[in-house]
């Protein structure tokens, strides 16, 4: 006898390859439903409409980030732990290269499905940019709502990049590592911002500076440059 | 006699102000179109269907958007023609606050016009992105197509940053120049990275590099820190 968990991917495996042979339009809820050998109310207990059939697995995926985020902690920086809740989506597409691949074939097709995934990547988005305004004091929270929405959609569009970069290449190479790499550059490029190093607000007075210098500088040099520094732009 | 605009912009204004006393899905298109004083078959002259008539603006901008890229020469930063882009879409809006409003209220309740609405803000970013690709010589490109994507969200987070604040505000305020604030901000955070003075890629060998030093520093000294610059990071 089949799983909860069986079934609910049978009718998802159905669907899209019933929709890819004959048009996600032409694909009727019974002939997917008899094609994973279940009775047309089985398919209604597990999703509300056809297009969540071919998307089963994102609403648990959300609730995973957003319970991953929930419960995070504060020591390490806000922006990593985004990229770590985006790596638990990517693990989502990349535990099933076969099944991605052929969702990704059939997305490109159908522009409701299209508009569905679209909507799912802004929830996780919305819960994204929740999340760093949260880990940001009440009383600088508005002074960064930008760069949290930024950054938000900048891990997200990071992870679309490689992610259908991938999807391109049949779902072959190491997704994560190529998500690991491009998740850094970006990092490195806007960490100064959501640091408060940037852009017009002040930063924080309780802002840690980090000095790199030879162990041959002269102290006071080092002083004189701090100085400089921060009376330029703290 | 009423001209196809005022036909276009009576039926949206008797779709939005019907679905928000009676709900989306209770609106039928014979109530819209009775409300706007024309018959059926006219509604469908211009709408596709219900969702349409939500939103009648946006192929039109999207139109004005790609020739405004395509025209956009390259005497200007890529990204800044960016930004200017989005403020088209942002005029479409800001011309006609209350509109703008109420619609706004309206997608808040309506899954299915929010969906519509994220449909095309994709379709926006879709061609930021192409567009600064565009801009990228041939042997550059793939090395920036990470950039690009991530540039491309950041414009269009700005852009609805600043437009849901003002929304939320009931369309009150200078949306256009809080608009150049946030985006002047955000070009200030990513710009380096856009001319490749971050990130793990070459830069290419025709950069140049812009000196900042004090007047009275030894030019021996300069060039002795230009060397150990561009050895490091060209």
Known sequence: MSTRRDV???????????SLANGFGETTVDE????????????????????DAVFPDHDDCLRRVTEFLDTAG???????????AAGIVLDMYAGDPETAVRRYELTRQVPALRERELATTSRYQHAFAAYLNSR????HRDAFRLRHEVAAAAVVATHNHVLRGWLRAGGTGDVRAQFGGALAEMTDALQPWLDGRAGSEQPSSDEILVVVASRQA???????????FTSRSL
């Not at 050998?37 to 056809?50: D, I, S």
């Open 32 to 51: 997917i439903a008899s094609a994973a050998g279940v009775a047309r109310r089985t398919f209604f207990r597990y999703f509300r409409v056809k297009e």
């Open 74 to 84: 504060s020591a390490r920086s806000p922006l990593s732990v985004v990229g770590e």
């Open 8 to 18: 609910r991917r049978e009718l998802m495996s159905a669907a899209i390859s019933l």
């Open 136 to 139: 940001r004091p009440d009383e």
């Open 218 to 228: 002269s102290p006071w040099k080092i002083a004189e440059e701090i100085e400089a």
